[in-house]
């Protein structure tokens, strides 16, 4: 049984090593876009990259996924840049780890999933959206406006504006980075599959900008140390300030939730070990507070990197460690590097990342199969844009609550004509949500003649529906008896006990 093991020992090494290689390639282009977009150095995005593959690489949870500055997240860092300074970034993310660890401790990591998947893919879009929006505005060279919806009703002004070489060629740059990475998998040969798309279409666009000398914008390079900013105690008054502490819960809520979503998505992958979502949020927040004392950007984990990791063959959490280490020798080797890159590729790169998180072609059966979900998805998008990524959020979960309370409270009323009197027979959960019908039904009905209400079919009657259906029973109550001499409103108490189980029959 040993020698099969031997065997077996140097492929699977190999195999992480090379999927370590090729998730490296992923990961530069990416780390370096998103840390630009974000309006920190492009240092710190190879620092989270580096964080999420030497610390959570190597912590339990996921085997295979991998960790890393997040296009979901650009949004929401560069707000909190722009408003709060890059100074306040640091113990927000440390402020995100430790709650992300205290929520793992105590078991929270599986209710993640319990989120509404509509919410999360329309959180995606939102963030999606947004993110095409701001990184227009780099692709042609200029500034954007502010937050998300000041970017969209700037579109039009912006494509007015593009004229001379410097945005001419820039937009140039940018349009034929999204057109490589569009079709790099299409072309024929080897070479689409040995090379990660998001580096060629990188490196094609700095080989043009440097031989044609083109007159684009390149990142800044600052170098690794003069951009690492340590959080010390004196930041943590920050946290005193209430829009801080609502960005440290958004920057929890989404980071968590992607991560534990992306874990679900790699755990279809393979056919490894499966995650364990509470260790998974750990380590999670253990890398978020890694970053938080560097001041570098938040992370989590990025399906892009991940699915890249299982296709190149990982078998162990090695090739993400190892990803790691090939992070941290580049930024410590080849910093300048960097500034060659054009600041209109990274755009592309965003811009074709933000087009991947729209989930286009589930929206059409979504709708057909399961409409509601669909609106869900469309409002906490929009929502997103319309006001920030927080309150899109909330308010999209909220819907998905107030979905899911309405159809849980489907009610069905049977009404019964006799000669002497009408039976109005009540199935399923009588909630608040369901009083306009039932009353509307309820007060439609013959007042010449005695109303019997049989609510002994229901499942459930909430407070507020008891109360509503006694108010009507005692405003409506005829001279005459029922059939057995008992008014109606005490045959309505007796059938219609508070809460929870199956109410008794009712005594007429």
């Not at 978020?288 to 892009?304: D, Q, R, S, W």
């Not at 869900?376 to 107030?402: P, Q, S």
């Amino acid at each position: 049984m040993s020698s099969p093991q031997l065997r077996l020992r140097p492929d699977a090494v190999s195999r992480d090593i090379l999927a370590s290689i090729v998730v490296f390639l992923v990961a530069v282009p990416l780390c370096v876009g998103i840390a630009v977009a974000s309006g920190v150095p492009a240092e710190l995005g190879l620092v989270t990259g580096i964080v999420g593959g030497l610390v959570v690489g190597a912590m339990p949870g996921s085997s295979l996924q991998v960790s890393g500055p997040a296009a979901g997240l650009t949004v929401l860092v560069y707000e909190a840049v722009t408003t709060h300074g890059v100074a306040a970034l640091g113990v927000l993310v440390l402020a995100t780890g430790l709650l992300q660890v205290g929520l793992g401790l105590v078991g929270f990591g599986r209710w993640f999933r319990a989120i509404s998947t509509a919410v999360v893919h329309g959180m995606l879009a939102g963030i999606g959206l947004v993110l095409i929006c701001s990184q227009l505005y780099a692709l042609a060279g200029a500034s954007a406006p502010g937050n998300g919806l000041d970017n969209v009703a700037g579109l039009p002004d912006l494509f007015t504006r593009i004229s001379g070489a410097t945005a001419v060629s820039s937009c140039v740059i940018g349009v034929a980075t999204i057109a490589i990475l569009v079709l790099w998998k299409r072309l024929p040969g080897r070479l689409p599959r040995l090379i990660p798309g998001p580096l060629a279409a990188v490196g094609l666009a700095t080989v043009a900008v440097a031989v044609l000398n083109l007159p684009v914008a390149t990142i800044e390079v600052r170098g690794l140390v003069d951009s690492l900013r340590l959080t010390g105690l004196d930041d943590f008054g920050l946290l005193a300030n209430p829009a801080l502490l609502g960005a440290v819960l958004a920057f929890t809520l989404i980071a968590s939730a992607e991560s534990l979503f992306s874990a679900a998505a790699v755990d279809r992958m393979h056919d490894g070990p499966r995650t364990h979502y509470n260790k998974e949020l750990i380590a999670q927040g253990a890398g978020n507070t890694v970053c938080g004392l560097l001041g570098a950007l938040p992370m989590t984990a990025v399906i892009v990197r991940s699915a890249a990791n299982v296709q190149a063959g990982a078998r162990t959490k090695a090739s993400r460690i190892l990803h790691g280490v090939w992070l941290l020798l580049f930024a410590a080797l080849f910093p300048a590097a960097l500034g060659l890159i054009p600041v209109a590729a990274l755009a592309g790169v965003l811009i074709h990342a933000g087009a991947k998180l729209i989930p286009v072609t589930m929206f059409r059966p979504l709708w057909r199969d399961h409409r509601g979900e669909a609106v869900v998805l469309v409002v906490t998008a929009l929502a997103i844009i319309l006001t920030d990524l927080f309150m899109g959020v909330l308010l999209g979960i909220g819907m998905a609550v107030v979905k899911t309370a309405w159809e849980t409270s489907a009610v069905r009323l049977d009404i019964e004509e006799l000669d002497d009197r009408t039976t109005a027979a009540l199935t399923g959960s009588a909630t608040f949500l369901r009083l306009p019908l039932i009353l509307d039904t309820l007060e439609a009905l013959p007042k010449d003649r005695p109303v019997e209400l049989d609510l002994s079919r229901l499942r459930h009657v909430d407070h507020a529906c008891r109360t509503a259906l006694e108010a009507w029973s005692a405003h409506n109550r005829a001279a005459a008896p029922s059939m057995d001499g008992t008014p109606r409103e005490a045959a309505l108490a007796a059938a219609a006990p508070d809460g929870e189980g199956p109410p008794r029959p009712t005594a007429g």
